[in-house]
């Protein structure tokens, strides 16, 4: 029962170096999402996808990229990471027929970049 | 762009005490709103939604809300709040119609349930 699976869970980075977050799921999920959470900003949109090859920009994609090669799996890349993104990471996914369905998360992903 | 305000960053509150956390949303012409909660080091997870009809929405472990059109409000309620409520709760909106169940999050409530 995974649900959403985010790997990994926990990373350190220096600045300036790359990284790549994995998330899975198993639901057959048309619609997939990634979040960042800081302190006192609640979650905020960094890429979403509607569908397998598909991406598009949410409201702070910047220094972010994204790709959704295959249907259950979403990737979130920092080509160069910098201390601003030290944040937790959500990914998220969910369907759509003709109302909003429920969003999944997963457990997060703690990036630490100094 | 739709927002929301959660203008309680914390809610203390005893354990059997009843308590309300406040959300405000932009205004729209329509809107689908949500709570979801947060428990320590988990994702979140949805409490309860409105879409459409009865102003007054039934969710999980107790949690209801109502959906104020004219104070544009969805405020969050429990009659008796227990030890185990002890979370984050986030009030969320998605524009209605617009078909990528893109949701924006207000900045979240604790709520620290006291023995």
């Known amino acids: 029962n995974a649900g959403v699976t985010q790997t990994p869970k926990f990373r350190v980075l220096k600045t300036g170096q790359s990284m790549t977050l994995l998330c899975a799921q198993d639901m057959n999920h048309e619609y997939m999402y990634w979040y960042r959470q800081d302190p006192g900003m609640g979650l905020r949109l960094i890429h979403y996808s509607v569908g397998e090859g598909t991406t598009a920009k949410g409201e702070v994609p910047d220094g972010y990229n994204v790709s959704r090669l295959k249907k259950q799996n979403f990737l979130l890349g920092l080509e160069s990471a910098a201390p601003s993104q030290t944040s937790v990471y959500f990914c998220?996914?969910?369907?759509?027929?003709?109302?909003?369905?429920?969003?999944?998360f997963g457990e997060g992903s703690r990036l630490t970049v100094l | 762009a739709q927002s929301v305000t959660q203008l309680d960053s914390q809610v203390p509150v005893f354990e059997e005490a009843p308590v309300e956390l406040r959300c405000n949303y932009s205004s729209s012409v329509s809107v689908y709103l949500f709570w979801y909660v947060q428990y320590p080091n988990q994702g979140l997870q949805l409490l309860l939604k409105y879409l459409s009809g009865s102003t007054l929405v039934k969710g999980i472990n107790g949690f209801e809300a109502e959906f104020n059109k004219s104070q544009t409000s969805f405020h969050l309620r429990k009659p008796s709040v227990h030890i185990s409520d002890t979370a984050e709760y986030f009030c969320a909106v998605e524009d209605y119609g617009g078909a990528t169940n893109k949701l924006i999050f207000g900045t979240g409530t604790l709520l620290a349930v006291q023995p």
């Open positions: 998220a996914s969910s369907t759509f027929s003709g109302v909003p369905g429920e969003l999944f």
